[in-house]
């Protein structure tokens, strides 16, 4: 059974681009929140989609988006990048109505 | 508002030894959950024990134990005969009604380091 799983695991960027992670969530879940974890710190919940609707969101800018497929998968979009971007963005998974939340292995974004 | 503080920055200790982990929470929610959740070194999230706001029985897990007290809104974390493989960053999480989907509200974490 695997776990959840992102992609990539690495990914550098220069300031004013844009990045798409990705994110395929455990079986049996439909549930995936992305959280930002900058160094040092805990992570901050971004959002969470359910049905492919953004169910609820955290305290970050409109340019964080994300999306959610009919497979439960999900991307997460960051436009205008900003040195301040960089960190390890975990996704996770969860099914209906469950809080116990599965974590993947994040992607660490570097921004220039 | 919701927040969770972990007070200690860093630990070290030798195999063998206890160690406690200290969480302190604040909500305005009857219902709320807790959790507490292992980040080794490879950064991947581990999920321990979720506890929820009705349910104050301390739990033992092998050398994990959970001391969860709403008189002073505390969920402390005590390792048993510590190990070298013990050594990550733990978290403490909080989530509670004040939002549908559940999102965690994380503490700062704490840095726990077992030397041989």
Same mark, same amino acid.
């Given at each position: ?57 955290? !305290? ?16 997460? !979009? ?20 469950? !809080? ?13 | ?116």
């Amino acid at each position: 059974d695997a776990g959840v799983t992102q992609s990539p695991t690495h990914l550098i960027k220069t300031r004013g681009q844009q990045v798409t992670l990705r994110c395929s969530p455990k079986s049996g879940h439909d549930t995936v929140s992305w959280y930002q974890q900058a160094l040092g710190q805990g992570p901050q919940f971004i959002f969470q989609y359910y049905e492919e609707e953004e169910r609820q969101r955290g !305290n970050f800018p409109d340019r964080f988006s994300g999306h959610q497929f009919p497979n439960y998968s999900s991307e997460l !979009n960051v436009n205008a990048l900003l040195l301040g971007d960089s960190a390890l963005y975990l996704c996770a998974s969860s099914p209906t109505g469950y !809080n116990e939340q599965f974590f993947g292995p994040g992607t660490r974004l570097t921004v220039l | 508002a919701q927040k969770v503080t972990q007070a200690q920055t860093e630990i070290s200790v030798v195999e063998k030894e206890d160690v406690t982990l200290d969480c302190v929470y604040e909500t305005r929610d009857t219902t709320y959950y807790l959790f507490w959740y292992k980040q080794p070194p490879s950064g991947e999230l581990v999920f321990l024990i979720r506890r929820n706001s009705f349910d104050e029985q301390n739990e033992i897990s092998g050398r994990y134990s959970w001391n969860f007290q709403k008189s002073t809104s505390s969920f402390n974390f005590t390792i048993t005969a510590s190990q070298v493989v013990d050594s990550a960053v733990y978290f403490c999480a909080l989530s509670d009604n004040s939002n549908s989907g559940y999102a965690l509200n994380f503490g700062k974490g704490t840095s726990l380091l077992v030397t041989p």
